[in-house]
């Protein structure tokens, strides 16, 4: 009888060791996709702040243009007066 709770014992110890296993298997490979995911998250936030960067110098370029634009029309209102 002792040797059969032994056994039984012995069993519940690997069965606990088993599932001890896999749940440190399945938190590691949580922790590499947790890992993965901030990567990517961090990469996406330079790929925004680049493309805001980007976007910030077209529009400035355009206000540029504009201005060129809207001195060119006055110097070409003022040439038309003139002839």
Do not use: C, F, Y
């Amino acid at each position: 009888m002792a040797s059969e709770r032994a056994g039984e014992l012995l069993a519940e110890l690997e069965t606990e060791r088993d599932l001890k296993l896999k749940a440190e298997e399945r938190s590691a490979a949580l922790q590499q996709r947790a890992d993965r995911a901030i990567r990517e998250r961090d990469e996406a936030r330079g790929v925004a702040n680049s493309l805001r960067a980007d976007l910030g110098d077209a529009v400035s370029q355009r206000l540029d243009v504009e201005n060129v634009v809207t001195r060119l029309e006055k110097e070409l209102a003022e040439v038309r007066g003139i002839l």
